[in-house]
């Protein structure tokens, strides 16, 4: 995602566009994304400019996730994966990315869930709740009984407001992200408390 909006903040002449801006993009809608770039930008976008805007962003990852394979899955999540499923756990991502199914069978990650619910199902991003209880409801379980892993603080939020029991990963890539909502907070994916869940 970083490459991409790089891509188009230097198409726009918009400077000092950096990973920090990036990690604020975490959780949030295409277009929500798109007026963090904005925000450097030394011009005011119509609506119908930055629906292309966002477009033209997209287009540029879509171009980008070509390229991604196996490699991009952070280590020991498959083993993580594996474990829960054995345990008869039903899992589901929810994200708020239209492209989560697409990046889901690249990284051969799609085997291991039961459903998704994505930014196909929902205008509405995190923090708002909405994409986690469409997971809850696509799998037939209760809020309560989900326990959601997140590495965004506005993630953490939209799973507590969802009414879940919420994990807190402290991923390198995603920056010093405010996991303070988290109900429980791990360093590693290997520390997710398999046996507990």
Request: aromatic fraction near 6%; charged fraction near 30%; glycine fraction near 6%.
């Amino acid at each position: 995602h970083y490459l991409a909006w790089k891509r188009l903040a230097d198409e726009l002449q918009i400077t000092g566009f950096t990973r920090e801006d990036n990690r604020r993009q975490r959780g949030v809608s295409r277009m929500a994304s798109l007026e963090i770039v904005l925000e450097k930008a030394d011009r005011v976008y119509t609506e119908e400019e930055k629906a292309e805007l966002a477009e033209r962003k997209n287009n540029y990852y879509l171009e980008l996730l070509e390229h991604m394979d196996e490699s991009a899955v952070l280590k020991n999540v498959k083993e993580v994966l594996s474990g829960l499923k054995e345990r008869g756990l039903l899992l589901a991502v929810g994200s708020a990315s239209k492209n989560a199914p697409v990046i889901l069978e690249k990284t051969g990650l799609l085997p291991y869930l039961d459903k998704i619910s994505c930014g196909l199902d929902t205008t509405k991003s995190k923090p708002d709740p909405a994409i986690y209880r469409l997971a809850a409801q696509a799998l037939g379980v209760r809020p309560r009984d989900c326990v959601v892993l997140e590495d965004a603080a506005l993630g953490a939020e939209a799973a507590k407001a969802a009414g879940m029991f919420c994990i807190g990963y402290r991923n390198p890539s995603s920056g010093n992200q405010d996991l303070s909502r988290a109900d429980l907070v791990v360093d590693n994916i290997e520390d997710i408390p398999v046996e507990t869940l």
